[in-house]
């Protein structure tokens, strides 16, 4: 039997079951199974299959919300910042997609996915809200131009890396022309082209 406490397990179960069967096929009780729990005790740790996925994000995918809220401006280079942040987000999205694509394949299972995490504080929108208030605090401080639209600027960041993982990621074999870490330098070179 695995020693590790009950919601570690079960965090850890769900992570799996999404990565390998996606968001939509995976159930709280087979959760359950696979953590080797009642339906009742995932429960005591969770709200639902939502609230899972979040936790799951969270905790057992690469620091991209993290990352996001902890990067301040005026500390290290705008470069070295967008760098990194394209790297963590290339890695996230990567991680994401295979978990989430499930739910763009049924209308009905999306709503339903939404409508739960709705009060969670989640959700694909945030990782942009979060990078554009940092590229506004770098435009404060005088090393983003002043009329640089920096929720464009953010949304086309996270959309360039959101893409390399439907492109190549996501598929058998796909191999992207970059490296990650070449793709994350040449990303925020680019943007910073733009802004700066």
Known sequence: MDQKPTRVRI????????????????????????AGC????????????????????AERLPRLGGLLTEVTAGQ??????????????ALFYEQTFPM???LYAEPQLKRRHEQ???????GPHLP???????????????RVRADADTY???????GACAQR????????????????DDFAASLARTLLGGIS
């Open 38 to 57: 009642s339906e009742a005790a995932l429960y005591k740790y969770f709200s639902g299959k939502e609230d899972l996925f979040v936790t799951v994000l």
């Open 165 to 180: 993982a439907f492109a190549y990621a996501a598929l058998p074999g796909g191999e992207p022309p970059q490296s990650l």
């Open 116 to 122: 739960g995490v709705g009060g969670l504080e989640a």
């Open 100 to 102: 989430a694509a499930s």
């Open 76 to 89: 290290g280079t705008v470069e070295g910042n967008l760098t990194e942040i394209a790297r963590q987000a």
């Open 128 to 142: 942009i809200q979060q990078l554009d208030a940092y590229l506004r605090s770098e435009q404060g401080a005088g």
């Open 152 to 158: 464009a600027a953010a949304s086309l960041l996270l």
């Open 11 to 34: 965090v850890d179960a769900a992570h799996e079951l999404m990565l390998s069967i996606g968001l939509a096929r995976t159930t709280t009780k087979e959760i359950a199974k696979a």
